[in-house]
């Protein structure tokens, strides 16, 4: 059984045939990268492009397979949604000693530029980073 990490062509790989209508042994005649990209029916000989799963057989089709490595993005994607619109020149630098209310931007000298969520009490707000959420403490007039 070819190896599916190596492949090249003249390798024999399993792929669906449109002729045979069943999932057979092709030679490769061309590669796209790692990937087979047209090879030809060891059974009936008829030359067609890779798939390497019966159609309509299985969501997973070569396409949705390279969308797999996209990185999750959703927090990333929410810091940049809540900080769009944001006058980021009139961000705070943050203070214990400020009070923040949600929606307010604030540069922090660690974790950066961020956005207040969530106010936990009077002594705790969560802001998000960058990096993910993080608890500060705000609101500390008096400190000891
Ligand atoms: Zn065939």
Redesign the pocket.
């Known amino acids: 059984m070819a190896n599916e990490v190596g492949l090249k062509v003249g390798d024999n790989v399993d792929g669906w ?1 449109g ?2 209508k069943m999932v ?1 042994a092709h030679t490769i005649e061309a590669m796209v990268g790692t990937k087979p990209a047209r090879v030809n ?1 060891n ?2 000989g ?1 030359q067609h492009s890779h798939k390497p799963n019966p159609p309509g057989d299985s969501p997973r089709t070569s396409k949705t397979a390279t969308g797999e490595k996209a990185p999750p993005k959703g927090r990333a994607n929410r810091y940049q949604v809540l900080l769009k619109g944001k006058d980021t020149a009139l961000a705070k630098s943050y203070s214990i000693r400020d009070s923040y209310a949600a929606g307010d931007v604030l540069q922090h000298p660690t974790f950066g530029l961020g956005i207040a969520t969530t106010v936990k009490d009077g002594a705790k707000v969560e802001v998000l980073f960058e990096n993910g959420p993080k608890v500060l403490v705000h609101g500390r007039d008096s400190l000891t």
Do not use: A
């Open positions: 045939c002729k045979c057979l029916c059974t009936c008829s």
